[in-house]
């Protein structure tokens, strides 16, 4: 059974940063890409940050360019995205997103609040 959990999430005033973690199970994770989405209240999805199997290939939507950077761990099967500089615009549940075999598996989602 494939699993996403995601933790990391919480309460941060503006400018400050926290780190995202997804861990997973179930599937052969160094083989798949991960991705990061975010929905903010009354918003549909945003992708935020792609990477593929081997960390050769990142990108990014253009409004966490230069703050967002995603990595990974094939060793630990988890994905991170290190988020600095935050603004109150961040503030979203975010989930971690695995394409595989045709579907697409979601995490719970985490909760990050920029707020002062």
């Known amino acids: 059974e494939v699993q996403l959990v995601e933790s990391g999430g919480g309460l941060v005033q503006p400018g400050g940063s926290l780190t995202l973690s997804c861990t997973a199970s179930g599937f052969t994770f160094s083989g798949y890409a991960m991705s990061w989405v975010r929905q903010a209240p009354g918003k549909g999805l945003e992708w935020v940050s792609s990477i593929n199997s081997d960390s050769t290939s990142i990108r990014y939507t253009d409004s966490v360019k230069g703050r967002f950077t995603i990595s990974r761990d094939n060793v630990k099967n988890t994905v991170y995205l290190q988020m600095n500089s935050l603004k109150p615009e961040d503030t979203a549940v975010y989930y971690c997103?695995?394409?595989?075999?045709?579907?697409?598996?979601w995490g719970q989602g985490t909760q990050v609040t920029v707020s002062s």
């Open positions: 997103n695995a394409p595989l075999y045709g579907l697409d598996y």
